[in-house]
């Protein structure tokens, strides 16, 4: 099964740090933070993966290489302007192929299961489930969450514990059926529309996750893994 890192956002609350390297590239605890992502996605037998770029891209492809050192093997999705989170998978699927795949903000930090979220990926089909998404509990930046888990394991727009998307999911390739692969467009809505055909499901994600959205939030985090303590949101 393929994954695929989004590393395309220009990371406006970052700045200035993101001025001058892109937010993927921007380290924590020692390392880069899509680096955390490749190593865990490598141990979890993960071997093909996908990047989409946009701000500083030459960056990463420059820092990444073709992923060997890894032990995987990286292809490269450059976007001239970033095309939000469904448009850039959208231009991606030439490379991600047929079948489902799982995708990873690369702006989190997480402990997260991948090998179950891969499991949970072999599951979605054209014509039943066409998402898996990880949620977690509400940090204090998205008090009101984003969308109900409800007890079948079926996620909706309203109802259900209430849970923010923690930007890992598994999909299938239909959900973006339709899209032009050079437009900007965002997940949410499509994600709304199948749930309102019961078409996404999803499970909770209780360790570590980190929205590395801010100076601050990443200077908690580099702290809390130099120092071996926990992190959460």
Same mark, same amino acid.
């Given at each position: 099964?393929?994954?695929?890192?989004?590393?395309? %956002?220009?990371?406006?609350?970052?700045?200035?740090?993101?001025?001058h390297? @892109?937010? +993927?590239?921007?380290?924590?605890?020692?390392?880069?933070?899509?680096?955390?992502?490749?190593?865990?996605?490598?141990?979890? %037998?993960?071997?093909?993966?996908?990047?989409?770029? /946009?701000?500083?891209?030459?960056?990463?492809?420059?820092?990444?290489? $073709?992923?060997?050192?890894?032990?995987?093997?990286?292809?490269?999705? +450059?976007?001239?302007?970033?095309?939000?989170?469904?448009?850039?998978?959208?231009?991606?699927?030439?490379?991600?192929?047929?079948?489902?795949?799982?995708?990873?903000?690369?702006d989190?930090?997480?402990?997260? $299961?991948f090998?179950?979220?891969? =499991?949970?990926?072999? %599951?979605?089909?054209s014509? #039943? +489930?066409?998402?898996?998404?990880?949620?977690?509990?509400? @940090?204090?930046?998205?008090?009101?969450? $984003?969308?109900?888990?409800?007890?079948?394991?079926?996620?909706?727009?309203?109802?259900?514990e209430?849970? &923010?998307?923690?930007?890992?999911?598994?999909?299938?390739p239909?959900?973006?059926?339709?899209? @032009? @692969?050079?437009?900007?467009?965002?997940? /949410?809505?499509?994600?709304?529309?199948?749930?309102?055909? #019961? =078409?996404?499901?999803?499970?909770?994600?209780?360790?570590?996750?980190?929205?590395? %959205? &801010?100076?601050?939030r990443?200077?908690?985090?580099?702290?809390?893994?130099? &120092?071996?303590?926990?992190?959460?949101?």
């Amino acid at each position: 099964m393929k994954a695929m890192i989004l590393a395309a %956002g220009r990371g406006e609350r970052m700045r200035p740090l993101t001025d001058h390297c @892109p937010k +993927p590239l921007l380290e924590a605890g020692g390392k880069p933070l899509i680096v955390w992502h490749i190593e865990r996605l490598a141990a979890a %037998g993960f071997r093909d993966l996908v990047i989409n770029h /946009a701000h500083l891209g030459a960056m990463i492809e420059a820092a990444l290489g $073709d992923g060997a050192r890894f032990g995987v093997r990286i292809r490269y999705s +450059p976007e001239g302007s970033a095309l939000e989170t469904a448009g850039g998978i959208a231009r991606a699927l030439p490379l991600l192929g047929d079948a489902p795949f799982m995708v990873v903000n690369g702006d989190v930090f997480c402990d997260a $299961d991948f090998s179950a979220l891969g =499991q949970a990926a072999s %599951g979605l089909r054209s014509d #039943g +489930p066409l998402a898996h998404l990880l949620l977690v509990a509400n @940090p204090a930046h998205n008090p009101a969450g $984003d969308f109900g888990l409800q007890t079948d394991g079926l996620v909706r727009d309203e109802g259900g514990e209430r849970l &923010t998307f923690a930007g890992l999911g598994a999909y299938h390739p239909a959900l973006f059926a339709g899209l @032009p @692969p050079d437009a900007p467009a965002k997940l /949410a809505p499509l994600l709304r529309a199948a749930m309102a055909h #019961g =078409q996404v499901r999803g499970s909770r994600l209780d360790g570590r996750w980190v929205d590395v %959205g &801010t100076p601050q939030r990443l200077h908690e985090l580099d702290t809390a893994l130099r &120092t071996g303590g926990e992190s959460n949101g």
